[in-house]
């Protein structure tokens, strides 16, 4: 089976469930996406109802279309959708995909609701899918989402300068980290250790 076809899976534990995507996700991914403090540095700005009708529609297509498989995150303490990873890039020739596109409500960040999540999808990619390397990029100047990377064991490889425009015209430099298959057992450990 091919990774379009395995990647959109249901994955879950005791603290978190992600599933791929759905028209029936909207309202409750709406109620926790438009807090501008989300999208200071993502490469889509959500500001108004058209910005997120725009933002949750190309969400659908991609995952559809298996051009990236966009995962609806639910906290299981509160029963709430907490916000959206995704899977991307994905290489399987190269045995190599990113988790990125990553964003979670006010209400989530902090509370280890992140480590979950990198955790299942990581978990997915390597012991599934069967990827060599997991990859994630963001923000130079994403100093919480740079730490949150290095907390979950990545290592950070280097900056593309001026790699893309972001809302509003500023060229962005990207910061690359990521986790092997090698390092995965050592990265698993870590991950568990924090339940």
Do not use: C
């Not at 910005?51 to 709430?80: C, E, M, N, P, Q």
């Not at 045995?95 to 006010?106: D, F, N, P, Q």
Request: charged fraction near 30%.
């Amino acid at each position: 089976m091919s990774w379009a076809e395995q990647a959109p899976a249901v994955l879950e534990n005791a603290y978190v469930r992600l599933h791929p995507v759905t028209e029936d996700d909207r309202e409750g991914v709406r109620a926790v996406a438009m807090d501008p403090d989300i999208w200071r540095y993502f490469v889509a700005a959500v500001g108004d109802d058209n910005d997120f009708k725009v933002f949750f529609d190309t969400a659908l297509a991609d995952t559809a279309a298996r051009r990236r498989i966009v995962f609806t995150v639910t906290d299981k303490a509160s029963g709430r959708i907490a916000g959206s990873m995704s899977y991307g890039n994905l290489a399987e020739a190269d045995a190599r995909l990113e988790i990125g596109w990553s964003w979670l409500g006010r209400d989530f960040r902090g509370t280890g609701v992140n480590r979950q999540v990198k955790y299942l999808l990581l978990e997915h990619a390597f012991e599934r899918l069967g990827a060599e390397r997991v990859e994630f990029k963001t923000d130079v100047l994403n100093e919480q989402a740079r730490r949150g990377l290095r907390n979950i064991g990545a290592t950070e490889e280097g900056v593309l300068r001026s790699f893309n425009y972001m809302p509003g015209g500023r060229r962005r430099d990207a910061v690359y980290y990521s986790v092997l298959r090698a390092e995965w057992p050592g990265v698993k450990e870590r991950l568990r250790a924090a339940d």
